[in-house]
């Protein structure tokens, strides 16, 4: 009989310890979910290193500014753009003038010649980038940046151009776009008809670099070397 209660006791003693197991068992749990969504790898290169050549210029030639206007003009140059990315992203560009301070302000009197025939002359002062100082530290002039749709490229094939000037919020489609040389337009490329940035590996933009400068009567007789500088970056949209 003794050992009978002992052995009850024993089961009484585990079968409380298994109600209180069953009173703190968890009855929900916590699922975490993880990962990483990132940006495709892209690149931008520019032509020629990023060199824009006038090559040497006669002073003879910068001795007069056509009638009306105060700035003898340089011609246009190309230089072009590629954007690469190693799968399909939507990416634009801004440019920013790293010689602000030197630009001779442009207007209606003193204006870029257009750097397509079916372009405009760049008379506003937003769109004029630095050449540097000559050395009796007058500003030498100004240089303006023109992309032309029909030109550009993505993946290959034909594409359209936008521009947006509050960070990619909206977007405006254009036939020739102008760089604004504060680094306030992104440029990107849209599909044909749309206002949309397009997804692409490779974007390929041609632009045209119009530049003119002042007198000689204004720079002097002393040699005079292009200062221009400026900084491209890419723009995840």
Known sequence: MTQFKKTLATVGVCAALFAAAQANAATSAIMSVKGNIVPAACSITLSNNGEVSFGTIAASSIRNAPA???????GTKDMTVTISCEASAAMGFN????????????????????????DYATETPNFGYGLGLASNNAKIGAYGIALKAAEATVDGKATGLAISNDNGQTWLTADIVHPLAHGQRIVTVTSAGTAVPQLFTEAVLPMKINAAVQTSSVLGSDEIVLDGNATVSLVYL
Not at 68 to 74: M, P
Request: charged share 20%.
């Open 68 to 74: 009306g206007n105060t700035l003898a003009q340089l």
């Open 95 to 118: 440019v920013t003038d790293n010689r602000a301070s030197s630009k001779v302000d442009l207007s209606s009197t003193s204006f870029i010649d257009p750097a397509f025939p079916d």
